[in-house]
């Protein structure tokens, strides 16, 4: 259970990050797109954090040994809460939140993620 926490928080503390090393898919894939400036940036960005998101999943749904569509469903649901629990961690930075309002509303805004997609 500590693993799965402790990989919880690198996940989620290198998803919160701002600078992301440079993936070499993710850039061969902006390649063939064309992609420049922002559009580019923003793709590489987004690119990566999935690549993390993915990763950290895999780990975990190796450590509980799943298999077929057990490990199908497990890693669609991670890295589905993965990513939304970034963007309310994003957006608690972006409102420069600290402590338990921090806390308070990142637990609000998850839960009001998985609210909306029943």
Do not use: W, Y
Not at 36 to 43: D, N
């Amino acid at each position: 259970m500590n693993k799965l926490i402790t990989l919880a928080a690198v996940t989620l503390g290198l998803l919160a990050g701002h600078a992301f090393a440079a993936n070499p898919a993710c850039e061969k894939q902006a390649d063939e797109k064309k992609l420049a400036g922002a559009a580019r940036a923003s793709f590489l960005q987004k690119c990566e954090r999935d690549t993390v998101a993915t990763a950290a999943c895999e780990a975990s749904a190796n450590e509980k040994k799943l298999a077929g569509a057990a490990r199908t469903s497990f890693l669609q649901k991670c890295e589905r809460d993965t990513a939304t629990s970034a963007v309310c961690e994003a957006s608690a930075d972006e409102k420069k939140l600290a402590g338990a309002a921090r806390t308070s509303f990142t637990k609000k805004c998850v839960a009001d993620a998985a609210a909306a997609r029943k």
